[in-house]
């Protein structure tokens, strides 16, 4: 299927934070753009916005005077949706609301010739239901771009019940030769990223809320021990949390009050509060000027020790290994279980996905710590520990002065079950899971969109088959047999691939 041409004029109907961002997308790409406002003056702030950044570009050198020139004279700013009618697709990107946007598109479907292509870019409301009021729902679909729209790569081309295949591949070509990374999804609650994406803040808010570890210490392991772009809180304040709650809410509401996607009372405080983030000088951090930043909390130094025994075994903290040779202590190979590490008389091991004292309990296991996942264990730099309530402190000393000697800042998490990183990954990829078993969109398509909506390292499918579905299914497990909730039930995907040993993408 081919794309539309250069020669083919694109509507955008919004002028605000995404409709000037689209405009100036399609415009760079060589097309004639009208963009229009129901608010005059928003047309004249949004083309000063893409003036400016078009200047930027020029200034560092990722684009020409000419070419810039090119692009703001491109886009015509029109006071009517008449002056349009020669264009080949409409973008909508109005206010996030059904019967308006509805009332557009009758509109723009009466204006606009047989042929064009109706597009939305709303964030959450259903691809169907706007359609339903259209006389030729086939052509709509929707094209969600992802905020900034000239930065952020990543377009979900959305099916709704009557889109037709043919207007669907074409919107996904165009999206290409707009230099986008266009993705396929299903017209269901929150698309992929919108969905997928919300165990990122749910178990951050989680730990949060059993008072196991301090905010400013989550978004620093997430970020420097996982690679994320921003830890959970961070992110949070920054999006902020009127939208962040309402995104939350409304995926809630729109699976009929699933608990899987249940609102944080913690996030709800702080929206009641006006705390909505960086954009209020206040969040989970204080923004204001002269407010303090909030430290994290890493250890003080212990007495390590100098040789340890670890399992024959170790695909998954290999990486801890290695640096232990590297700081000159000794490693030992004998029988024993895998991904543990023997250091003096206490057991480290990575997280089962339970509370290190029960398994410490059920495995009769002495002075056991628990160590949290890592995007790679051989880079991070804070390693994050839980320790046992069997375990003694002295104990625990020693496996922290161990790691402390090898390089690793340590924190100390509460012991809870999963701890912070494993179990926020391992829940994304169980909500991955459930979009590619429920058809939202296919298992390359889902980690694309959170590599490139979100910024996360590694896709959620691709990581679950890095850390091996096997630990998945257990992590999730000892989650749901710890919690009883909804929240953490194992999707049958995982369940039934890590039985058969079987991969998303098979084997690395
Ligand atoms: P915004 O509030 O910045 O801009 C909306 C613009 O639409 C305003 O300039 C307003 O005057 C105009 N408008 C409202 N009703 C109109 C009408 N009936 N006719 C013509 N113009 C009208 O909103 P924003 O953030 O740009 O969002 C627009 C759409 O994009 C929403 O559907 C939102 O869910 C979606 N979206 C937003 C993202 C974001 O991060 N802000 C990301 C992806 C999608």
Same mark, same amino acid.
């Given at each position: ?44 702030? %949004? ?38 009618? *020669? ?5 909508? %990107? ?11 598109? +009758? ?68 999206? $290409? ?36 570890? *301090? ?7 997430? +970020? ?66 002269? %407010?303090? %930043? ?64 029960? +398994? ?20 991070? $730099?804070?390693?994050?520990?839980? $320790? ?25 998490? *509460? ?94």
């Amino acid at each position: 299927m081919s794309a539309l041409k250069t020669s083919d004029k694109i509507l955008v109907v919004g002028a605000g934070a995404m409709g000037g961002g689209i405009a100036e997308v399609a415009a760079q790409a060589g097309h004639i753009v009208y963009l229009y406002d129901m608010q005059a003056p928003m047309l004249e702030k %949004a083309l000063k916005a893409i003036r400016k950044n078009q200047e930027l570009l020029v200034s560092k050198g990722k684009s020409l005077p000419e070419n810039a020139r090119n692009v703001v004279e491109r886009i015509h700013c029109i006071d009517r949706l008449e002056s349009a009618s *020669d264009a080949s697709l409409a973008i909508e %990107a109005i206010v996030e609301n059904l019967e308006v946007k509805q009332s557009v598109f +009758r509109k723009i479907e009466e204006i606009l010739n047989a042929n064009a292509i109706l597009a939305t870019n709303t964030s959450s409301i259903s691809i169907t239901a706007i359609a339903s009021k259209l006389a030729r729902p086939e052509r709509f679909v929707g094209m969600h771009f992802f905020n900034p729209a000239m930065r952020m790569k990543l377009v979900e081309v959305i099916a709704g019940i009557a889109s037709s295949e043919h207007i669907l591949s074409v919107v996904y070509e165009t999206a $290409k030769t707009w230099g986008k990374i266009p993705v396929y999804a299903r017209s269901t609650p929150g698309f992929i990223v919108n969905r997928v994406a919300r165990p990122y803040y749910a178990e951050g808010l989680r730990v949060l809320n059993e008072g196991a570890l *301090d905010i400013a210490t989550i978004d620093a392991y997430m +970020r420097n021990a996982c690679s994320f772009p921003m830890g959970p809180f961070e992110l949070m304040d920054l999006i902020g949390h009127d939208v962040n709650f309402a995104v939350t809410n409304s995926v809630f509401n729109a699976h009929y009050g699933d608990k899987r996607f249940a609102p944080s009372l913690i996030q709800q405080e702080l929206v009641l509060g006006g705390r909505l983030g960086k954009k209020t000088g206040q969040g989970f951090y204080d923004y204001k000027e002269g %407010a303090l %930043a909030l430290r994290t909390q890493t250890l003080d130094a212990k007495d390590g020790h100098m040789a340890v025994i670890a399992s024959q075994n170790n695909p998954m903290i290999g990486g801890i290994l290695d640096r232990f040779s590297a700081a000159g202590i000794r490693v030992q190979y004998e029988d024993i279980p895998p991904n543990q590490i023997r250091i003096g008389d206490s057991v480290l091991a990575l997280t089962n996905g339970g509370t290190a004292t029960s +398994r410490s309990a059920e495995g009769k296991i002495q002075n056991l710590v628990h160590i949290d996942c890592a995007l790679d264990f051989a880079l991070a $730099k804070i390693a994050l520990l839980a $320790k046992s309530d069997q375990c003694s402190q002295v104990n625990f000393d020693g496996v922290a002065g161990t790691l402390q000697k090898a390089g690793y800042q340590v924190s100390r998490i *509460d012991d809870i079950a999963g701890m912070l990183a494993c179990r926020t990954i391992c829940m994304l990829a169980n909500e991955a899971a459930d979009s590619a078993l429920q058809g939202v969109a296919s298992i390359e398509d889902i980690d694309i969109a959170m590599r490139f909506g979100t910024n996360y390292p590694k896709g959620p499918l691709r990581w679950a088959d890095d850390l091996s579905l096997k630990y998945v299914f257990e992590v999730l497990s000892n989650l749901s047999k710890h919690y009883g909730e909804e929240r953490y039930r194992v999707s049958p995907l995982i369940q039934r691939k890590a039985i058969s040993g079987d991969y998303f993408y098979g084997a690395t």
